[in-house]
């Protein structure tokens, strides 16, 4: 049995594939909703399955979990696959039940990778990181305004707002510090990332959090591919060539090496030489920065999956 099942922040569809029938039906996104589900398909004698949903994060995790707890097959897919999926269909219909459909359908397709749910730990870990990183980027666009004509009254507003958040970061810094310090296999893992030069406690502390079972991923470009860092070339005979980041991916990965890669570039002599060549190359500016973060990534990769502090050697 499949199921599709399209996120809303109210309200979830879901759609059963049953050989060549479709059942379908709305539920709120709660936990009553998750116990009106669970009687569903239990009505109709699916005590087991696969079940796919597109990742939107917090708001399908709840619902996964569920499923998962139950006995039920999950699968959480980039969207940008069930995309591609609908336009190989011709799918014209874009409603919430058209979409759950096209969910099962493409679970039945594809049967996608299940997904291993975290631990409460591990999701507390990840939900601080990324309060942590939207908090950041609300101080910066408050800071940014500070530069803009205004009354004094307004520019007292933006300041207070600004001391605001610069409290809410610090304490939710002292959370995440706290939680990796009493974890031992994470404290290492902090460790060895802090021994690449260019990442720093705060960007080793959010790859641990996105990325905190490094034995999931078989090699370094599967873990590249997961967060979007491959390059995507187009070519079409001679008029048109490029080459840019694809936007497929863990988008908090993707923020997470930027600034590295900025500081790797002045402060790690294996990724200076590593641009330097690329410079030599004709590359772009910004094809060298991914380029960075994309042999950073590889970098990280290495060092946990090894256990062994950076050798400048080895990479």
């Given at each position: 049995?499949?199921?599709?099942?399209?996120?809303?922040?109210?309200?979830?569809?879901?759609?059963l594939?049953?050989?060549?029938?479709?059942?379908?039906?709305?539920?709120?996104?709660?936990?009553?909703?998750?116990?009106?589900?669970?009687v569903w398909l239990?009505?109709?004698r699916?005590?087991?399955?696969?079940?796919?949903?597109?990742?939107t994060?917090?708001?399908?995790?709840?619902?996964?979990?569920?499923?998962?707890?139950?006995?039920y097959v999950?699968?959480?897919?980039?969207?940008?696959?069930?995309?591609?999926?609908?336009?190989?269909?011709?799918?014209?219909?874009?409603?919430?039940?058209?979409?759950?459909a096209l969910l099962?359908?493409?679970?039945?397709?594809?049967?996608?990778?299940?997904?291993?749910?975290?631990?409460?730990?591990?999701?507390?870990?990840?939900?601080?990181?990324?309060?942590?990183?939207?908090?950041?980027?609300?101080?910066?666009?408050e800071?940014?305004?500070?530069?803009?004509?205004?009354?004094?009254?307004?520019?007292?507003?933006?300041?207070?707002?600004?001391?605001?958040?610069n409290?809410?970061?610090?304490?939710?810094?002292?959370?995440?510090?706290?939680?990796?310090?009493?974890?031992?296999?994470?404290?290492?893992?902090?460790?060895?990332?802090?021994?690449?030069?260019?990442?720093?406690t705060t960007?080793?502390?959010?790859?641990?959090?996105?990325?905190?079972d490094?034995?999931?991923?078989?090699?370094?470009?599967?873990?590249?591919?997961?967060?979007?860092?491959?390059?995507?070339?187009?070519?079409?005979?001679?008029?048109?060539?490029?080459s840019?980041?694809?936007?497929i991916?863990?988008?908090?990965?993707?923020q997470?090496?930027?600034?590295?890669?900025?500081?790797?570039?002045?402060h790690?002599?294996?990724?200076?030489?590593?641009?330097?060549r690329?410079?030599?190359?004709g590359?772009?500016?910004?094809?060298?920065?991914?380029?960075?973060?994309?042999?950073l990534?590889v970098?990280?990769?290495?060092?946990?999956?090894?256990?062994r502090?950076?050798?400048?050697?080895?990479?």
């Amino acid at each position: 049995m499949y199921i599709g099942i399209d996120i809303g922040k109210a309200d979830f569809h879901c759609a059963l594939l049953l050989e060549e029938k479709v059942a379908s039906k709305s539920f709120p996104n709660n936990g009553k909703g998750f116990n009106q589900l669970a009687v569903w398909l239990r009505n109709r004698r699916v005590d087991s399955g696969h079940a796919c949903m597109e990742s939107t994060g917090g708001w399908s995790e709840e619902l996964a979990t569920f499923l998962h707890d139950r006995g039920y097959v999950v699968s959480i897919v980039n969207p940008s696959a069930v995309k591609a999926f609908g336009r190989s269909e011709l799918s014209r219909t874009k409603t919430d039940k058209a979409d759950a459909a096209l969910l099962a359908r493409f679970c039945a397709a594809h049967r996608p990778n299940p997904w291993i749910p975290p631990s409460p730990q591990e999701r507390r870990l990840r939900q601080l990181v990324r309060r942590r990183s939207d908090l950041v980027a609300t101080r910066t666009a408050e800071s940014n305004r500070l530069e803009a004509p205004g009354t004094d009254a307004v520019r007292t507003s933006i300041e207070a707002s600004v001391a605001f958040l610069n409290e809410q970061i610090a304490e939710i810094e002292e959370q995440i510090q706290h939680d990796i310090d009493d974890d031992p296999k994470l404290r290492n893992n902090r460790k060895l990332l802090e021994s690449i030069p260019g990442i720093g406690t705060t960007s080793a502390s959010s790859l641990i959090a996105e990325v905190q079972d490094m034995q999931q991923f078989k090699s370094a470009r599967k873990l590249a591919a997961h967060a979007g860092l491959c390059p995507q070339v187009r070519q079409s005979g001679t008029s048109i060539h490029s080459s840019a980041i694809t936007p497929i991916g863990n988008r908090a990965l993707k923020q997470i090496f930027y600034m590295p890669a900025l500081s790797a570039m002045r402060h790690n002599p294996t990724i200076i030489a590593f641009a330097q060549r690329l410079r030599e190359r004709g590359k772009r500016p910004m094809q060298i920065v991914v380029a960075v973060m994309h042999k950073l990534l590889v970098i990280a990769y290495g060092v946990l999956k090894s256990q062994r502090p950076f050798d400048p050697t080895m990479a």
